[in-house]
């Protein structure tokens, strides 16, 4: 699907999983990703290390970070 459409972007709405997916396949086939963190799904005990560490990963790997509030975006720095 990918060599029939051309992307300019990917989003994913929330940072799990749809973030992580957005960063991935934007990093695989080098187009700008974004994500949107909404609300707990960047609070570190909600998850087990493991997945935080994927969360983490999404953050550093994308191309964008919007969140809903300052807030959460101070968190994501």
């Not at 300019?8 to 709405?13: F, K, L, P, Q, S």
């Not at 087990?48 to 809903?68: H, I, K, Q, Y």
Request: hydrophobic share 45%.
């Amino acid at each position: 699907m990918l060599s029939r459409n051309r992307y300019i972007g990917i989003w994913g709405h929330y940072l799990n999983p749809a973030g992580f997916m957005a960063a991935f396949f934007g990093k695989q086939n080098r187009i700008p990703s974004m994500v949107s963190i909404r609300g707990n799904d960047l609070d570190r005990e909600m998850f087990p290390p493991g997945d935080f560490a994927r969360l983490e990963w999404t953050l550093r790997n994308s191309s964008m970070v919007t969140s809903v509030t300052r807030a959460l975006a101070a968190k994501a720095e």
